[in-house]
């Protein structure tokens, strides 16, 4: 939840100035802030922002354990219109959900493009051609018409946490891929919106000259429901012994009625700054080049660099200038003049260590300050993450030694939309209680970052059991009540309901307690005559899984409509609350 309040100690460091030599403390930011050109335009303008980095800041992370800096924007950051996302291309529900090939006629590897240099070289000899995790796929065999090559599916109830922006809007996608003499020759790209029918576009290949290109999805309409696009065959198409192949790099997806953020990110775990120069193991000046034609011309360049580097000195900062003018050269190519945000790395306990953060730091700070040969100053931007963190990142903000837990990452994207914007989000929240449902595990009572339908079984635990101090949330669960959100001394229906609420909203501020719970007993699935917890978290698991079967209760919340207690053919809201109503009634 943002607030329009200052944190006062926040701001009284963000205006800092001390001496820029390396070795001494850098300001807080430099260049950004409120009424700054570059503030201005990721707050308000039309930014389509690209991070470049590494694993900290990958888009390819699991949500729901690691997170990234790319996952922590998209959750927390608020500007005023969100415009598009350039996805990634593996499963990351429930925000993404994806389309990948049939093992029967093609196999596909996931090029995470680490130190291994298996995986930098793609399908047939192809090097150099990604700068980020790429589905590489290879077709073996007859695909039938219709068969789904790649798809992306923006997932109400994710972690839009500006809203459905995709809602109710005109969107447009393209799928950015490899073209290649080796391509699919008969394709189609198809759109739909909710339930409604797909419009397909016309035939056309992928086969051709090598290169990155967009492939333009049909639009859709204004109108509710989550949208989806997807690369299909078009008949029967392999006419030779030798397989076929798709390199999807990413699909943008984007609004078509009006400007506004976008993000991307190109980060590869393990990558240091000279993997991302000229003559790095990534992706070619060319290919980078047509991939920013084909994600729309991005003009911020948010450069996260420094976690897997040994030494912060003159060599470092000369790469990192070289990387800036690197990527102005590229845009500059494509008819843009981007700027740049420099986000040095944070310390941590077992990686490098805080001074040497610091000391990454004081380089992005002198270098925001005098610019490059190429770019000037005045459009370099700067945050000086490890001093607004003033020591290591937090044991309880990271997954494993180095890397953000969802929390850490909605912690670090809170600080640099603080520093951009100095609007601060509130620090605190009744319903944040926990990362884990077992009592042993050493973050049990630590926030994850993360609501779902997994968080209800923590707190089900406290609230079978009365336990005021964990379940107590609210004195209503009308929002209209002044009592909402603030707990009374008691723990009953209310507040059990606006846990629900707030997990079926996928509300991270009132409804994140748990991120993890698995329910296994010899008698699962079977009813023993008694209504009582166990029930709740079967049924939960059911609808999760989207068990038509065993959950599918209700076409309506309401006991007067007649169909208050008939499937429906869904699993939604209506479900659960209906159960909600014979569980408490003990009908079940």
Known sequence: MRVKFRNPAVCAALTVLVSPAWGDPAPMREGVGPGTPLTELIASGDCRMVIIGDSISNKNTNTALQSSYYWGIVRRWRPEAWAGICVPTNAQAPTIALTTPSANTATFTMRTLSALPGQRTFSYGYERISASATLDAVWFADAPAGQPFTGSRLLKGGAWRSGDWFD???????????????????VQARSMRGQQAWIESAEFSLSGSVGVVGVDAPGLGAGMGEC?????????????????????????????????????????????????????????????????????????FSIHLGAN??????????????LIDRLDALSTANGVQPWFLLVPPYGTEQSISHAQALAAAAIGYETATSGTSRVAADRIGFINVPGLLGGPIGRSMLIDAIHPRPAGADMLASLLWEALTDEVFRET???????????????????????DFEDLFYFLDAYATGDVSRADLTGSAD???????????????????????????????????TGSADPVHPDYGRPNGIVDIDDFFYFLDQFVAGNLERADLSGSTEPSSPMYGVPDGLLDANDLFYFLDMFQEGCW
Request: contains cysteine; negative net charge.
């Open 168 to 186: 109710d809007v005109p969107m447009g996608a393209t799928f950015v891929v490899l073209r290649s003499p080796e391509g699919l020759s008969a």
């Open 429 to 451: 929240c009744i319903a944040d209680m926990t990362g884990t449902s077992d009592p042993v595990n050493p973050l049990y009572g630590v926030p994850d970052g993360v609501a």
């Open 479 to 513: 929002p209209s009540d002044a009592r909402y959100g603030v707990p009374d001394g008691v723990v009953d229906q209310h507040d059990l309901d606006y846990l629900v609420a707030a997990v079926m909203a996928g509300d991270a501020a009132r409804g994140d307690l």
């Open 228 to 300: 989806e696009f997807r690369l299909t065959a078009s008949g029967v198409y392999d006419e030779s012994a030798l397989p076929n192949h798709l390199i999807w790099l990413t699909t943008r997806m984007y609004r078509t009625d009006r400007t506004g953020f976008q993000l991307d990110a190109l980060a590869v775990g393990g990558s240091r700054l000279a993997d991302w120069l000229a003559n790095g193991p990534f992706a070619t000046d060319e290919r980078l080049r047509e991939y920013f034609a084909a994600t729309g011309y991005p003009n911020v």
């Open 309 to 322: 580097e040994a030494a912060f000195n003159e060599t470092w900062a000369e790469k990192l200038r070289a």
